[in-house]
């Protein structure tokens, strides 16, 4: 039992990285129609803004989490303006290529500049313990899952109570209506990366101290927000959640009760089995036409 | 030819991408359908050899041709229910099913060896003649990549390969017209599995040594992006792309320890100037006429396909 509750934390720890990081995919996929397969390695910038605020240049961590979080916005605009400008009218599958070819520069650029010995990111919460019916949980853990189900709240806030979260729907929704109304429909797809980048570096922050970082931890993680993304409906919010949470949970439970070497294969079994019988996940996606 | 045995090396790693990407044509520049578990076919040609000649002993030229039968039946197997799958969905699909052949492969550790892989694979053998040094395989790829580019162009002028273009310019129109949609695009999967499972095979006879990671979804996403570059849709763009892409990482290489991070910046620059590819480039009329190149054909071959 004690056990289990440590693997049930645990899992919803990972899992709620998970989730940010579709988040991130969702957000992006749906203002833009980019199917990102950048997105681990936007997750693993994250990490290592975090190693270059708080550890090569030993900021006090408040001031390094904004740092590193500032850089990644700017990233996010960058990203918008080098990748999704000149590529916007192209097909899919040219942008799936584009986006990973970025991430393999933004791979071996940080591989360049941090090499690739692993790096322990520490957390705020570092060696605090709660003990919760005779179960050893981190307190890291524990914070993760409250940081995403907070960011998860501001994001609810921004997209249904503010003007500009209202605009970014409606840009999703029909970008040439958009424009018609009048929308700065350039400015809020721009907004759209920088909030993934964002959700990512956030992911980024949360999962340094859970994992070690290194350069290459960004494909596993695209991998999974894939999944997560797929099993909980291509597009949708609520959907990259339970996504999230369910593949780190099915993860860690699987890793413990099944095979550690075949943890991976469930997620992707059930992703596989979704696509197979319900292609548009618990959430489904209501346009048909996306694909 | 005055290349050292590195660079014969890479020559030959490049034609036998270029096989697998002739293949991949079929199903991407052909019918339009988004396979992102290319690698796991050229793994399952590649495994299917080395397990057949190391552990039953089999001759290559036995194991060759059963293996690539192999990896048709499962291609078969995966495509009725997945190729029900449009767009980026069929993209993740085929990724997942990509990554589950690498666990597999990697954890199967009785059968595959695991992260070790299969070592030991025996050279192939033409009446007597072992082709072990780097330049007499080469002599056999080019054979085996022209044999297959012949009948890729073959099949791309018969009326199954119109029929996988309509297909993918247009899937209502060409169901109208009498073509069976599913069976179409079956038919293409399962061609470019067909000729994935050869360059895995010839891999594997090359390398004589394999292992999971040869065969990552990284590969496949590396092998549509040779397509992509080449220009999709036509089977010069699918050698040129397999040739620049294995060897432009090589050319970088006095950029030092950049080079990969550049390699990546590259892809993308011809991505958003050269949005038709190698194989779209209109070349200057003079060279044109010069006829040192029969670009015009060329033109004519990627221009067919393209709407």
């Keep these: 039992m004690t056990d289990l509750i440590q693997l049930l934390i645990n899992g919803l720890a990972i899992g709620s990285v998970y989730a940010l990081a579709a988040i991130g995919f969702v957000i992006v996929y749906s203002a833009t129609g980019v199917v990102n397969f950048a997105a681990g390695q936007f997750v693993m910038f994250g990490t290592f803004a975090g190693v270059a605020m708080l550890l090569n240049a030993q900021l006090p961590w408040p001031v390094g989490y904004g740092a590193a979080l500032l850089a990644m916005a700017l990233f996010g605009a960058l990203f918008f303006a080098v990748l999704y400008l000149p590529l916007r009218a192209s097909p899919v599958v040219t942008i799936i290529i584009g986006t990973v070819a970025i991430g393999i520069t933004m791979q071996n650029a940080a591989l360049l500049a941090f090499g690739s010995w692993p790096f322990r990111l520490p957390s705020p919460l570092e060696g605090v313990n709660l003990t919760v019916a005779g179960a050893t949980i981190s307190a890291h853990a524990v914070a993760a899952v409250i940081v995403t189900a907070l960011m998860v709240a501001l994001l609810w806030l921004l997209f249904f109570r503010t003007s500009l979260g209202i605009g970014m729907r409606a840009v999703a929704q029909d970008i040439k209506a958009a424009r018609l109304m009048g929308l700065k429909v350039n400015r809020l797809l721009a907004l759209s990366w920088i909030l993934a980048a964002l959700l990512a570096g956030v992911a980024g922050l949360m999962l340094g101290p859970m994992w070690f970082a290194d350069t290459s931890m960004g494909d596993p993680i695209a991998l999974k927000a894939f999944a997560a993304t797929i099993i909980g409906g291509f597009g949708s919010l609520p959907g990259a959640i339970v996504g999230g949470l369910f593949v780190g949970l099915s993860e860690v439970l699987g890793a413990s009760y099944v095979s550690s070497a075949y943890k991976d294969l469930i997620s992707f079994g059930i992703m596989i089995l979704f696509l197979l019988v319900r292609p548009q996940g618990v959430f489904g996606e209501r346009v048909q036409d996306r694909g | ?307």
């Excluded at chain 2, 192939?124 to 080019?142: C, K, M, P, V």
């Excluded at chain 2, 999971?212 to 040779?226: K, N, Q, R, V, W």
Aim: glycine residues 10%; charged residues 10%.
């Design chain 2, 1 to 307: 030819m005055l290349l050292t045995d590195y660079h014969l090396r890479l020559v030959n790693l490049a034609v036998i991408s270029a096989v697998a990407v002739i293949g991949l044509n079929f199903a991407f520049g052909y019918a339009g359908l988004i396979s992102l578990g290319h690698a796991a076919f050229v793994g399952m040609g590649a495994y299917g050899v080395a397990l057949l000649t190391t552990l039953l002993g089999w001759s290559s030229w036995l194991a060759l041709p059963v293996a690539v039968a192999g990896t048709a039946v499962v291609a078969i197997l995966i495509g009725v229910p997945l190729l029900r799958l449009k767009g980026h969905y069929l993209a993740l699909a085929t990724l997942g099913f990509n990554v589950s052949f690498s666990i597999v492969a990697a954890n199967w550790i009785e059968v595959t060896g695991g992260t070790n892989g299969i070592s030991r694979i025996p050279e192939l053998q033409i009446a007597g003649h072992a082709l072990s040094d780097e330049r007499s395989y080469l002599w056999f790829a080019l054979v085996v990549l022209a044999a297959s580019a012949i009948v890729a162009a073959l099949i791309h002028a018969s009326r199954h390969g119109r029929a996988m273009i309509a297909v993918r310019d247009d899937e209502t129109a060409s169901s109208m017209t009498g073509i069976d949609v599913r069976r179409v695009k079956l038919a293409a999967f399962v061609l470019s599995s067909v000729y994935a499972a050869v360059a895995g095979g010839l891999f594997a006879c090359h390398m004589r040594f394999i292992s999971p990671e040869d065969f990552g979804y990284a590969h496949s996403i590396t092998y549509l992006a040779m397509l992509v570059v080449g220009g999709e849709g036509s089977i010069v763009g699918a050698i040129l792309g397999a040739m620049l892409v294995t060897f432009l990482p090589e050319w970088l290489r006095f950029l030092g320890p950049a080079y990969l991070a550049f390699f990546g910046l590259f892809v993308l620059a011809i991505l958003i100037f050269l949005p038709s590819g190698l194989a779209g480039i209109r070349w200057p009329a003079r060279l044109r006429r010069n006829g040192r190149m029969n670009i015009p054909g060329l033109l004519a071959a990627s221009e067919e396909v393209r709407p």
